[in-house]
């Protein structure tokens, strides 16, 4: 249910996560870490500074470092400004909204499957998955 755009976002998260607090990571090595295009990486970590997860500094020694704690940064604060994911409050099956009192035949199914996912997405953090991948990692 995430765009490529979004993993590779969290990718890259997950990369600066691992970073020293005040180390920054250039997009080429991101890039190359994640197997992501390297300018189209650039962009999107410009939205994410924009978004206040990643902070940029241009120069020697420059690239990006996360602007908070991995244990602070949800799955939903890095796929809300890519994928646009709150906008699916909506009806599933036209572009007006239902309700309880006038539902959709899909209504009452698709608020489970939202309200799970959006449960997912506010639950993990970037430090759950990085720790995670760093125990698979170990496992193989």
């Known amino acids: 249910m995430l765009s490529k755009t979004a993993i590779h976002a969290v990718n890259a998260l997950v990369e600066l996560a691992r970073l020293d607090e005040q180390e920054y990571a250039g997009a080429a090595k991101l890039a190359e870490k994640i197997h ?3 300018n189209y990486l650039g962009k999107l970590l410009q939205t994410l500074a924009q978004a206040g997860l990643v902070h940029g500094q241009k120069g020697l020694g420059g690239g990006f470092r996360l602007a908070r704690r991995p244990e602070e940064i949800t799955l939903y604060d890095v796929v809300e400004p890519i994928d646009h994911v709150s906008r699916w409050s909506g009806c599933l099956m036209s572009q ?21 996912y959006f449960k997912m997405l506010h639950g993990s953090t970037i ?3 990085a720790s995670r991948r ?6 193989d």
Request: charged share 30%.
């Open 36 to 38: 992501a295009p390297q």
């Open 96 to 116: 007006g909204t239902c309700s309880e009192g006038d539902p959709c035949p899909m209504h009452r199914e698709w608020a489970v499957v939202r309200e799970k």
């Open 127 to 129: 430090a759950t998955i």
């Open 134 to 139: 760093e125990a698979r990692s170990r496992a």
